[in-house]
């Protein structure tokens, strides 16, 4: 379980001096010997400043505050003793904690990375300090963190489950079916519209189970179980190397603990079975 007062997300001014920093580059952070967080003062003195793209205060951890510095490249030498650890490995090694720390900064420091100057004008973009917004002095747009919701979806018929493979999962591992919500469309439309796609088949009767923020790098995915109506299984091309019906004592390899994957399947093996539910971290 998360300590919820250990670690708290807040806005802080980059202009406050002292606290920890985290520095991170396209989902990684630097680490030594000593963990993730150095001393704001004394890590910002061992890099070139050019390294340093955006600077942003992220929240308290024990009650100080803590910032995170997006840095240009994955240079080894900025530290004596340092190397890169990515965010994915953190949410395996379990500390959900820091996992949720580094989750949150993860996704600040890419959209700070990304919007350092104005979408619509091009002018040079200055962060707010009453909430967490990239402000544009000339053209007076506010730029908020990006966010993509996304659905994914256990779908059922009878005893068995349909799991599919995409090209880009570990070896062996079959999923549920996940994907974008597109502009004008609700999350169930957007359900049945991946389903469709992904492997042409109908599904009905969706029930909305659970939510996890999914920082790789802005999902927020969005649960559901759903009931085969129709159709015959025909994978995407390109999205979906294999797609299957499996019963529950004949499972393939399944998605890692943790994720909101993992957790519709072994959720509904639970209330199938009887057994205690799993528990969804976060
Ligand atoms: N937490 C979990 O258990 C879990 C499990 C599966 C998938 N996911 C996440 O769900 C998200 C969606 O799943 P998917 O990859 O199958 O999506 P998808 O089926 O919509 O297909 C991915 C394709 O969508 C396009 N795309 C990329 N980013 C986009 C965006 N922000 N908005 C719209 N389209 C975009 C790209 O062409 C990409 O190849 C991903 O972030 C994935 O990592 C999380
Ligand atoms: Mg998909
Ligand atoms: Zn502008």
Same mark, same amino acid.
């Given at each position: $379980? ?9 806005? @802080? ?31 910002? %003195? ?54 949720? $720390? ?31 917004? $990239? ?19 256990? @779908? ?7 799991? %599919? ?7 062996? !591992? ?16 957007? !359900? ?28 927020? $995915? ?11 299984? !025909? ?39 009887? %057994? ?7």
């Amino acid at each position: $379980m998360a300590d919820s007062n250990l670690w708290q997300p807040a806005v @802080i001014d980059a202009g406050q001096a002292g606290g920890w920093a985290l520095a991170h580059c396209r989902q990684q952070f630097l680490c030594d010997a000593r963990g993730v967080l150095f001393p704001r003062a004394w890590l910002k %003195a061992q890099l070139p400043q050019p390294q340093v793209l955006a600077e942003h205060g992220v929240g308290h951890f024990n009650g100080q505050p803590v910032f995170v510095l997006e840095l240009a490249d994955h240079a080894e030498a900025l530290l004596p003793g340092g190397f890169w650890k990515g965010l994915r490995q953190f949410m395996h090694e379990g500390d959900l904690t820091t996992f949720r $720390m580094l989750g949150y900064a993860a996704q600040v420091a890419t959209w700070a990375r990304q919007h350092r100057f104005c979408g619509s004008c091009g002018g040079p973009l200055q962060a707010l300090s009453s909430e967490r917004a $990239m402000a544009c002095p000339r053209c007076e747009l506010h730029h908020y963190p990006r966010l993509s919701p996304s659905i994914i979806v256990l @779908i059922s018929r009878g005893d068995q489950l349909l799991l %599919a493979r995409s090209p880009r999962f570990a070896a062996g !591992v079959y999923s549920t079916l996940a994907g974008f919500v597109e502009p004008g469309e609700s999350i169930e439309e957007c !359900v049945r519209r991946e389903v469709r796609e992904e492997v042409a088949l109908e599904v009905g009767n969706l029930r909305y189970i659970a939510s996890q923020s999914w920082p790789f790098p802005h999902s927020l $995915m969005l649960g559901f179980h759903a009931d085969y109506l129709a159709g015959e299984i !025909v994978p995407q091309p390109e999205e979906i190397e294999d797609a299957r019906w499996f019963t529950p004592d004949q499972l393939p390899p399944l998605p890692a603990h943790g994720s909101i994957a993992r957790y519709l399947i072994e959720l509904y093996l639970a209330r199938r079975s009887g %057994a205690a539910e799993p528990v969804l971290p976060g």
